[in-house]
């Protein structure tokens, strides 16, 4: 395994940023400094390119790359710059947040097939609403919209590199995928795994912690000891590491659904010491739990609960 730290300024592009998620719709364009970003070598044609702000996923297919996920708006030219100008032939979404298709409209422009669960493009192509910041983000342009759809799961060979995809229900969002580079070992959960930053359910759009937990069975399933599993931000995983984190969520999923039949709300979970069970440090408690509950509350019906 080696690792690439190279972080010299690669060139300077001028890039739109999207309207819709700087808030506005007509934002004047900005000059970006696109660097080559660093990455780490997972095998002989795959590398996880890192700080887009997440992790990206790239396998060098001989005639062009594929992606899984492009980075932000503002950093999608950077992981462009870092691919030594080999041109993105395909990029698979893993869920519809910016931070994973911010590079959509950069490299659907450029040609690149853009695959996603049916869900993520829905997201994409109407204008929503956002409770935890009270703003709206608008449709995306039709260049930034996914191109190829799926329910439920499908496969694609690659150059010499066979690839599955599917979705994992209702775990972060309503459309999270995976994608497994089955030949390389590799496989690419977006923030359905969340080793460093506080787990996220987007509760909204139909994320829920029971949905983490069946995702995260899924995922085990699916990966075996030398899998090299890839999330959405923070450190490759292995398939011992990805258990522990299911353990954990299996573990605050049995008690906050059950203090969620009884009634009692984020703050009560908090003061009742619930985070303190598992070997975690939360970055924001409130919020996590906070999120926790909203997603509990939206999905009683799915663990027999009668709320009080
Ligand atoms: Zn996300």
Known sequence: ???????????????????????CAASPSRSVRASVLPSQALGDRIRVITGAPGNV?????????????????????????????ARVRTLFNTHYHADQTGGNALFGKDGAAIHAHEITRQWLATDYYVPADDRWVKAQPAPALPTATFRQKG?????????????????????????????????????????????????????????????????????????????????????????????MMQKLYDRTTL????????????????????????????RFLYDVCKGHWAHYTNFGGNIV
Do not use: C
């Open 1 to 23: 395994m080696t690792t690439d730290r190279r972080t010299f300024i690669a060139g300077l592009v001028t890039m739109p940023l999207l309207g819709s998620l700087a808030g």
């Open 57 to 85: 996923v790239a396998l060098n297919a001989g005639d062009g790359v594929l992606l899984v996920d492009g980075g932000s708006p503002e950093l999608a030219p950077s992981v462009r710059a870092s691919l030594a100008g």
């Open 155 to 247: 496969e694609t060979k690659v150059g010499a590199e066979s690839i599955e995809y599917g979705w994992l229900i209702e775990a972060h969002t309503r459309g999270d995928i995976y994608v497994y580079f089955r030949d390389s070992n590799v496989l690419a959960v977006g923030d359905v795994a969340s080793p460093e930053r506080d787990p996220v359910h987007d509760w909204y759009t139909g994320g829920w912690l029971g949905g983490r937990v069946d995702a995260l069975d899924d995922l085990l399933a699916l990966a075996n000891e030398n899998t090299k599993i890839v999330p959405a931000y923070g450190p490759v995983m292995s398939r011992a590491q990805l258990q522990v984190e299911r353990d």
């Open 259 to 286: 203090l969620t039949t009884q009634g009692r709300s984020a703050q009560d979970m908090l003061e009742a010491g619930v985070l303190k069970e598992v070997d975690r440090e939360f970055k924001d408690p409130y």
